[in-house]
């Protein structure tokens, strides 16, 4: 590991600039961000335990102080670990282990420059005049973590407790909306600590003015289907069993809370492809009775849906005998016609004109402001926004 006599100077050297740079700017954070320190130190020391920590919060969407509005505590801790690498292999140089990953990992790397090169980055940090840059950040932070995280090596238990941690703190975006929603909107002191991503103001305004649908951000909630696999060595045996059909069963029910009728997909997707891999041989059998138990269920659920809230009835809504109401089905029929447009224009307008490089994700910030004025954001955006 990097010497002491490093991490002393490292130290002395962060405090000193942090605190300089607090006395100048009359910055209130500065206590909070010496406080850190002690863990910086840690993980310094631990960069086995720095790579499971970033595995476990890769879906809670926590923020970090002072970071970009995009840019979550996980993709800050990723940067801030791929440069701890590159400093600890220029001291301890060390080899990469060979893996088929790599080369298409740097593949893609190559592709999103040459997109980001011809389109634009979109990084008004960087001077850019156009927006839409972060994806691309996170996209380059994901990359150089692949490509830097196999000189740091995990132990068994060390990883299961990583997933295990994952599975649990990608519920807390559902958490802290749910605060928001049923408080109508007083309780909001949790978004100091998590980004207020989906569909927030879009659920408040529901709620309130009973004018749409209520929808809950539930897309990383469904990696508790990986919990059964990692708490038992037999998900489906004895009373194993029993817990890993309640997983399953609350998954269902958070996956329907969003609102999605693709996101029943993926659940009932993941548990097909579970019962049938996820043992020491393929149990064609089990994935079978699974598979229609879940089909079963939700025949049944749809044809009692109006007893329901509203974002699973809107989730129920591809059955074609499901009872839902007239509302929620307007509702579901506006987005699908919304996604057939989007289809039907990027097949014949962008595709012929960026069929080799791509479009890219940086746009013009001037566009988006005009289509806001003429009131006309609701559709176009997604075009101008790429």
């Given amino acids: 590991m990097i010497t002491s006599q490093f991490i002393a100077v490292g130290v002395v050297l962060l405090v000193g600039l942090i605190l300089l740079m607090g006395v100048s700017a009359g910055n209130p954070t500065v206590p909070l961000m010496l406080a850190a320190f002690p863990l910086c130190v840690y993980l310094v ?163 309130s003015s009973d004018s749409g649908i209520a929808r809950f951000s539930t897309d990383y909630s469904v990696t508790l289907l990986y919990l059964p696999l990692l708490l038992f060595a037999n998900p489906m045996r004895g009373k194993n069993a029993v817990v890993t059909t309640s997983i399953f069963l609350i ?58 809230p509203a974002p699973i009835q809107r989730s129920l809504s591809f059955v074609p005998w499901a009872d839902v109401s007239q509302r929620v089905r307007l509702d579901a029929l506006g987005t699908t016609t919304w996604r057939i447009d989007v289809w039907t224009r990027a097949i014949h307008e962008d595709l012929p004109r960026y069929w080799l490089t791509g479009r890219g994700f940086a746009f013009n910030p001037r566009d988006y402001e005009a289509l806001r004025r003429l009131g006309l954001e609701v559709r176009e955006w997604a075009f101008v926004t790429g």
């Fill in 45 to 207: 020391n631990r960069p086995d335990f720095w790579l499971a920590l970033l595995v476990a919060i890769s879906g809670s969407r926590l923020t970090f102080p002072g970071a970009p509005e995009n840019l979550n505590t996980y993709q800050v801790l990723s940067a801030l670990f791929v440069g701890f690498l590159v400093l600890y292999r220029m001291m301890h140089p060390v080899g990469h282990r060979k893996s088929p990953v790599r080369k298409y990992v740097f593949a893609f790397a190559v592709v999103l420059l040459a997109v980001g090169l011809r389109s634009g980055m979109g990084m008004r940090v960087l001077g850019s005049d156009m927006w839409g840059g972060s994806p691309y950040a996170t996209l380059i932070i994901a990359c150089l973590l692949l490509l830097s995280a196999d000189l740091v090596v995990l132990s068994p238990r060390m990883w299961r407790n990583a997933l295990i941690a994952m599975c649990l703190l990608t519920f807390l975006p559902v958490v802290a909306q749910s605060l928001y929603v049923f408080s109508g909107g007083q309780i909001s002191l949790q978004y100091a600590f998590i980004q207020p991503k989906g569909f927030i103001v879009e659920t408040l305004t529901a709620v």
């Fill in 251 to 308: 998954s269902l029910v958070v996956a329907g809370l969003s609102g999605s009728r693709y996101s029943i997909f993926v659940v009932i997707g993941y548990v097909f492809f579970w019962s049938l891999l996820g043992g020491p041989r393929i149990f064609w059998g089990r994935t079978f009775g699974v598979v229609m138990a879940a089909l079963v269920a939700l025949a049944i659920a749809a044809a009692f849906a109006q007893h329901f």
